[in-house]
């Protein structure tokens, strides 16, 4: 008994990676999707005698475990949008306003998908854009579940109404509502003319030796026409490289110009770790994903979450070589 049990474990393992990227577009937390990835093994392992393969595939089985945890989950916990989906945009100089008990979108590590997981090359990584997931905040949980088992995970409806405990006809109508409106909050589809990840690293490389620089005009130099910056968990966002450029320099006048940046990578997105120099070493102060298109960089979400910074196994500080400082 205990070596089929290990034999069925093996047989779930595969899908882990993909079932995180699924909680994680549903909940907007990868946290929570790390947590119901591990409820959704837990119950399968439970209902593994259940299991029958001639009624449905081993990934169709899961993917109704872990929507039925998502389901249930998001019951209890709101949307999780970021500032430019909830508020009308800021004056760039003006106070910063924190967003008193908001729970807020959080970046996705592209390492938790990348720990050579044979099932990796499944994952549609435009999928997990911040925008787009974003823009999934404003829909309904079942319409988030329609919208991603069809349009991104490319589940026929009636394995989508199985995963979803539902009809062909409730499936489709949750489809086209989510449709529209992810239309109407104006998430742009990926551009064909979407640089290659190296070449978005590349445009983010730039923009880190700028920003090392404290060379504002270098900065707007990399910037889109349209670009936005927000900055959860404040209220503050802008669009354009004025603005942007005005924000920046009061950002290197308020918090200095020595900084320490560390590369990260989430989403599918470039960006970075930035510690400021704070006596002999340096402080985390931010962790920045970009969005990076043909044109330059037209999006630039930084977050300041000590949840977020440990999803990322990031240092609390370095040393003045730009090492861990063990002491922090």
Same mark, same amino acid.
């Given at each position: 008994?205990? !070596?089929?049990?290990?034999?069925?474990?093996?047989?779930?393992?595969?899908? +882990?990676?993909? @079932?995180?990227?699924?909680?994680?577009?549903?909940?907007?937390?990868?946290?929570?999707?790390?947590?119901?990835?591990?409820?959704?093994?837990? +119950?399968?392992?439970?209902?593994?005698?259940?299991?029958?393969?001639? #009624?449905?595939?081993?990934?169709?089985?899961?993917?109704? =475990?872990?929507?039925?945890?998502?389901? !249930?989950?998001?019951?209890?916990?709101? +949307? +999780?949008?970021?500032?430019?989906?909830? $508020?009308?945009?800021?004056?760039?100089?003006?106070?910063?306003?924190?967003?008193?008990?908001?729970?807020?979108?959080?970046?996705?590590?592209?390492?938790?998908?990348?720990?050579? /997981?044979?099932?990796?090359? $499944? =994952?549609? #990584?435009?999928? *997990?854009?911040?925008?787009?997931?974003?823009?999934?905040?404003?829909?309904? &949980?079942?319409?988030?579940?329609?919208?991603? @088992?069809?349009?991104?995970?490319?589940?026929?409806?009636? %394995?989508?109404?199985? =995963?979803?405990?539902? !009809?062909?006809?409730?499936?489709?109508?949750?489809?086209?509502?989510?449709?529209?409106?992810?239309?109407?909050?104006?998430?742009?589809?990926?551009? *064909?003319?979407?640089?290659? &990840?190296?070449?978005?690293?590349?445009?983010?490389?730039?923009?880190?030796?700028?920003?090392?620089?404290? /060379?504002? %005009?270098?900065?707007?130099?990399?910037? !889109?026409?349209? $670009?936005?910056?927000?900055?959860?968990?404040? @209220?503050?966002?802008?669009?354009?490289?004025?603005?942007?450029?005005?924000?920046?320099?009061? $950002?290197?006048?308020?918090?200095?110009?020595?900084?320490?940046?560390?590369?990260?990578?989430?989403?599918?997105?470039?960006?970075?770790?930035?510690? #400021?120099?704070?006596?002999?070493?340096?402080? *985390?102060?931010? *962790?920045?994903?970009?969005?990076?298109?043909?044109?330059? =960089?037209?999006?630039?979400?930084?977050?300041? /979450?000590?949840?977020?910074?440990?999803?990322?196994?990031?240092?609390?500080?370095? /040393?003045?070589?730009?090492?861990?400082?063990?002491?922090?």
């Amino acid at each position: 008994m205990a !070596t089929k049990g290990e034999g069925f474990a093996r047989l779930l393992e595969p899908f +882990r990676s993909e @079932l995180l990227a699924y909680c994680y577009r549903m909940l907007g937390s990868s946290h929570d999707a790390e947590d119901l990835v591990q409820e959704t093994y837990l +119950r399968a392992w439970r209902a593994r005698e259940q299991y029958d393969e001639t #009624r449905s595939s081993l990934r169709t089985w899961l993917y109704r =475990i872990a929507s039925n945890a998502c389901l !249930t989950a998001l019951e209890v916990r709101g +949307r +999780r949008p970021l500032p430019s989906g909830l $508020v009308a945009a800021s004056d760039p100089l003006g106070p910063l306003v924190p967003g008193e008990n908001a729970a807020w979108l959080q970046p996705l590590p592209d390492s938790l998908l990348d720990a050579g /997981d044979p099932a990796r090359t $499944v =994952i549609d #990584r435009s999928s *997990l854009r911040l925008a787009f997931v974003a823009a999934l905040q404003h829909l309904s &949980a079942r319409q988030r579940g329609a919208l991603i @088992l069809r349009d991104v995970l490319s589940f026929s409806a009636s %394995e989508a109404a199985e =995963i979803l405990g539902t !009809t062909v006809v409730s499936v489709n109508s949750s489809l086209q509502r989510a449709r529209t409106r992810v239309k109407e909050v104006g998430v742009r589809q990926e551009r *064909l003319s979407e640089p290659s &990840a190296p070449e978005q690293r590349a445009w983010v490389d730039r923009y880190m030796k700028a920003f090392e620089n404290a /060379d504002v %005009e270098g900065l707007k130099r990399l910037l !889109t026409k349209d $670009v936005l910056m927000e900055m959860p968990p404040m @209220l503050n966002w802008f669009v354009g490289p004025g603005n942007y450029g005005l924000f920046m320099e009061w $950002v290197f006048e308020k918090a200095g110009t020595d900084w320490n940046l560390k590369a990260v990578a989430a989403n599918g997105q470039p960006g970075f770790a930035a510690y #400021r120099r704070v006596g002999d070493g340096y402080e *985390l102060h931010t *962790l920045q994903i970009f969005t990076v298109t043909a044109e330059g =960089i037209s999006r630039n979400s930084v977050f300041q /979450d000590s949840e977020v910074f440990a999803s990322f196994g990031l240092a609390a500080g370095l /040393d003045a070589l730009g090492l861990v400082n063990v002491a922090s």
